[in-house]
């Protein structure tokens, strides 16, 4: 049975940290500042010619955001209905998809979302990953429109972030 059109936008809890199986205590210290330690850069120049060269962990620079973020900037911009579906989760991928896409447009710069290894949010609207940083960087001033804009067209808990580092969870799980 399809999701009827009047419960495409129910509300989704957000995740309550204290009640996650990931605890603040146990992930390595998400970074704050744009600045990578010299131990997150990856040098291309020797994964090319080193072949004991071990590329560091990816890290993914954005905002830490939650699939009610997703919902509520679907709404509130009033992007097209998703088609008929019969399962919460399709739902939500198609809505993640279609904010990303429209969100992308908006900044005129390409973000992806993530999931981060976070007891906090679900997913992580990334600007950067710290493996192509030197390829994707944007000047200060183009930066700074592109966070203006993601904080503008979210709103709410996305508008009060500054931009973190994320660890990936799937690079947590293996």
């Known amino acids: 049975m399809n999701i009827p059109d ?3 936008y129910n509300p989704c809890l957000r995740p309550n940290p204290a009640k996650s199986r990931i605890k603040p205590e146990d ?3 998400c970074l704050m500042e744009k600045t990578l330690p010299e131990e997150y850069h990856f040098n291309v120049r ?3 010619l ?3 060269y071990i590329k560091p962990r990816e890290l993914f620079y954005g905002f830490g955001a939650d699939i009610q973020d997703f919902i509520d900037y679907h709404q509130r911009h009033q992007l097209p209905r998703p088609p008929p579906m019969n399962n919460r989760a399709s739902l939500w991928y198609y809505i993640m998809d279609d904010v990303m896409e429209d969100l992308s447009a908006h900044c005129r710069f390409k973000l992806q979302h993530i999931s ?3 007891p906090e949010y679900d997913y992580a609207i990334a600007l950067y990953n710290s493996h192509h940083l030197s390829v994707t960087e944007l000047e200060d001033d183009e930066e700074e ?3 203006r804009v993601i904080k503008e067209r979210f709103g709410g808990p996305i508008a009060a972030q500054k931009p973190q580092w994320f660890f990936l969870l799937e690079d947590s799980i293996h």
């Open 145 to 147: 429109d592109v966070i």
């Open 116 to 118: 981060p290894l976070s």
């Open 46 to 48: 020797r994964f090319r």
């Open 6 to 8: 009047e419960e495409i």
């Open 27 to 29: 992930l390595p210290k």
């Open 50 to 52: 080193e072949p004991g």
